[in-house]
T-cell receptor
Framework: AQSVTQLDSHVSVSEGTPVLLRCNYS??????LFWYVQHPNKGLQLLLK??????LVKGINGFEAEFKKSETSFHLTKPSAHMSDAAEYFC???????????FGGGTRLMVKP | DAGVIQSPRHEVTEMGQEVTLRCKPI?????LFWYRQTMMRGLELLIY????????DSGMPEDRFSAKMPNASFSTLKIQPSEPRDSAVYFC????????????FGNGTRLTVT
């Protein structure tokens, strides 16, 4: 069994300040972990993925995430927020059973000018 | 590659009518997924296929929902009869068959049932 908890349903930051979106997971297997972003009226787009290689994963648009097994966390960060980062972000875990993905509830990121 | 293509982008229909949503996955992907997204429930997996064969349809809400994948490049999700509570955004996604292969999503079909 696997599960994903996104600890904040909404995060608000000012443009130019750091972004932190928190994600905790549980999995019976060595998981693969993903972050997706969803802009309004769009499908989900892959930001980055962790697949048991380097624990610090760099993604698109300046985002990165660090896999911490001891904390069962996979938080998403960005040093400086841009207005275009305003969107919904989903943390996703993939287990051992084929392509079964478990989605977190999502975090809506708001960026203030 | 054009990505996952869904049609129509928007569908407005009256209660009781049949609705058919269409999806063309990325060429070469052998997994196809149908998801539904609502404010109340978030993203829900409805059904997924592997090599055109339905593997798990436990997420399909009722017998009014059915999905087919007649070939590797086309899938449909049908609702008959439709009800107002079916109003949602329906996403199709596809991927390769490894457990670290990411899903590629279409832009979704926004369904409104009045």
């Amino acid at each position: 069994a696997q599960s994903v908890t996104q600890l904040d349903s909404h995060v608000s930051v000012s443009e130019g300040t750091p972004v932190l979106l928190r994600c905790n997971y549980s999995s019976s297997y060595s998981p693969s972990l993903f972050w997706y972003v969803q802009h309004p009226n769009k499908g989900l787009q892959l930001l980055l993925k962790y697949t048991s290689a380097a624990t610090l994963v760099k993604g698109i648009n300046g985002f990165e995430a660090e896999f911490k097994k001891s904390e069962t966390s996979f938080h998403l960060t960005k040093p400086s927020a841009h207005m275009s980062d305003a969107a919904e972000y989903f943390c996703v875990v993939s287990g051992n059973a084929g392509n079964m993905l478990t989605f977190g509830g999502g975090t809506r990121l708001m960026v203030k000018p | 590659d054009a990505g996952v293509i869904q049609s129509p982008r928007h569908e407005v229909t009256e209660m009781g009518q049949e609705v058919t949503l269409r999806c063309k996955p990325i060429s070469g992907h052998d997994y196809l997924f149908w998801y539904r997204q609502t404010m109340m429930r978030g993203l829900e997996l409805l059904i997924y296929f592997n090599n055109n064969v339905p593997i798990d349809d436990s997420g399909m809400p009722e017998d009014r929902f059915s999905a087919k994948m007649p070939n590797a490049s086309f899938s449909t999700l049908k609702i008959q009869p439709s009800e107002p509570r079916d109003s949602a955004v329906y996403f199709c996604a596809s991927s390769f068959s490894t457990n670290n292969s990411p899903l590629h999503f279409g832009n979704g079909t926004r369904l409104t049932v009045t």
